[in-house]
């Protein structure tokens, strides 16, 4: 372990440099290590493991994943967090690489040289479902996830079918991931506070998760049954088949998009490759 402790606190760093949140780019900071130190514990054990921080900003979390013994690569978009996370690294015993650039451009495979790697991040609000899709559908895929989201967007990434909240996201993500929320955050916890709250989602990768081929059909369903989602499968599908996608893959087409299970989705999915080939 690795003990951080002389560093000054994160308030007064922000201060000393003069840094203020900048909300164009979704920044609000946690300067509580006691939250961040939690965040880490539900990422599992770290020690040894790398891990991927998005949005470090001032390096709050990612002194907690320091202290938790991960080796961390971290991407960040605001230069001016850069002397911060530079003080940071001096003091990480080599474990700690920071980049200057855009996390939804990167390779992650080769920032983390083909090393399978972890992902925990305080993710930029306007970019995370972004993130997290990109994630999920590869070519790169974590090992686990463990992102702090908007509170709304977490609950749309583990809705169970029937819920109001279920949609695509739920859809990917839980055919791809066992999901669940292991944290809430309120917004008091951030400096500044936003205006919601927020919460932690733990993403851990299906042992099977479905082909390329099933997933991209599956995304090509699931986008036209849920843009029309208060019509009829028969309705909503019309385009890739319409009724007779659905008596291919034994499902009632008079049925909603939000009732469908993972596994009906996927034999919408496995139906429209049928007719495709």
Same mark, same amino acid.
């Given at each position: ?76 978009? &605001? ?23 855009? $996390? ?58 029937? &819920? ?36 932690v989602v733990r993403l851990d990768p299906r042992s099977d998760p479905p082909e390329p081929s099933r997933v991209a059909a599956m995304e090509a369903v699931s986008q036209a049954a849920f843009g029309q989602r208060r019509k009829m499968l028969r309705s909503s599908l019309k385009?890739?088949?319409? $009724? ?34």
């Open positions: 372990m690795i003990d951080l402790s002389a560093l000054p606190s994160l308030r007064e760093s922000l201060e000393t440099h003069g840094l203020l949140a900048n909300k164009g780019l979704g920044q609000h900071f946690l300067l509580d290590l006691n939250i961040t130190r939690k965040i880490a514990r539900l990422a599992g054990p770290l020690e040894g493991r790398m891990v991927l921080e998005i949005g470090p900003g001032p390096g709050g979390l990612t002194r907690a994943l320091l202290e938790a013994g991960a080796r961390v690569v971290a991407i960040e978009k &605001d230069a001016r967090f850069l002397p911060l996370l530079n003080t940071l690294q001096e003091a990480s015993g080599g474990r700690l690489e920071v980049h200057l650039a855009d $996390a939804l451009k990167v390779d992650e495979a080769v920032l983390s040289a083909g090393e399978p790697a972890s992902v925990v991040s305080n993710l930029p609000y306007n970019v995370g479902t972004a993130l997290l899709i990109k994630w999920l559908t590869g070519p790169w895929r974590p090992q686990s996830m463990t992102l702090m989201f908007q509170k709304e967007v977490a609950e749309r990434i583990v809705a169970r079918p029937g &819920d109001d909240a279920f949609g695509r996201l739920a859809l990917i993500a839980q055919v791809m991931c066992e999901a669940r929320i292991v944290m809430d955050a309120p917004a008091r916890a951030f400096t500044p506070p936003p205006k919601v709250d927020s919460a385009a890739l088949g319409g $009724a007779d996608l659905c008596e291919a893959a034994g499902i009632d087409p008079t049925r909603r998009a939000e009732t469908l299970s993972l596994d009906e989705f996927l034999r919408l999915a496995d139906a429209r490759l049928q007719r495709a080939n």
